[in-house]
T-cell receptor
Framework: GESVGLHLPTLSVQEGDNSIINCAYSNSASDYFIWYKQESGKGPQFIID?????DKRQGQRVTVLLNKTVKHLSLQIAATQPGDSAVYFCAENSNYKLTFGKGTLLTVNP | DSGVTQTPKHLITATGQRVTLRCSPRSGDLSVYWYQQSLDQGLQFLIQ???????AKGNILERFSAQQFPDLHSELNLSSLELGDSALYFCASSPSISGSYEQYFGPGTRLTVT
């Protein structure tokens, strides 16, 4: 039969704009969250992490926001560049396991 | 470069066969994780080893098994292969036993079952 591909949410932005990628997580007991970037043909690459006792964490051009009330995580990328084009995954840790979201495809238009 | 190595990069085999995927973690990392990434299931956790011992299991089929050796490298064995096992298989390593720590991913092994 026909295989069904994973229909990723997509976000298309112009170079230089800010990007916001959202993620809903499932387990209120999760204590650690990570954002990964995966380029075509490569393994996931760590971007930034945040623990559940924090609401916000900033890195270089990236910020992660955690809202535990609604179990929502977001990744903000400032001044998005063509090299930022990739699939972005959020992951949550609970019971010693990382569970990954389905991913969002970010496309940066020059 | 994450420091995690995986071999082979590509593997093509027939249904019913058995294959072994190999992973070398980053220097000093004691935890090794295996993940399967397929088009319709996303990135799925299979199994974790810490310092030679199995620590956590995810959605790993009984046809699949893994081990971690004294030098900390790990192997994932896939047997009685089916078409649906075609996927990317990633290994990740971490210094921590828990999941509450960054995991570093290897480049993956692309398995194609024909």
């Amino acid at each position: 039969g026909e295989s069904v591909g994973l229909h990723l949410p997509t976000l298309s932005v112009q170079e230089g704009d800010n990007s916001i990628i959202n993620c809903a997580y499932s387990n209120s007991a999760s204590d650690y969250f990570i954002w990964y970037k995966q380029e075509s043909g490569k393994g996931p690459q760590f971007i930034i992490d945040i623990r559940s006792n924090m609401d916000k964490r900033q890195g270089q051009r990236v910020t992660v926001l955690l809202n535990k009330t609604v179990k929502h995580l977001s990744l903000q990328i400032a001044a998005t560049q063509p090299g930022d084009s990739a699939v972005y995954f959020c992951a949550e840790n609970s019971n010693y396991k990382l569970t990954f979201g389905k991913g969002t495809l970010l496309t940066v238009n020059p | 470069d994450s420091g995690v190595t995986q071999t082979p990069k590509h593997l093509i085999t027939a249904t019913g066969q058995r294959v072994t995927l190999r992973c070398s973690p980053r220097s000093g990392d004691l935890s090794v994780y295996w993940y399967q990434q397929s088009l319709d299931q996303g990135l799925q956790f299979l199994i974790q080893y810490y310092n030679g011992e199995e620590r956590a299991k995810g959605n790993i089929l009984e046809r699949f098994s893994a081990q971690q050796f004294p030098d900390l490298h790990s192997e994932l064995n896939l047997s009685s292969l089916e078409l649906g096992d075609s996927a990317l298989y990633f290994c990740a390593s971490s210094p921590s036993i828990s999941g509450s720590y960054e995991q570093y991913f290897g480049p993956g092994t692309r398995l194609t079952v024909t």
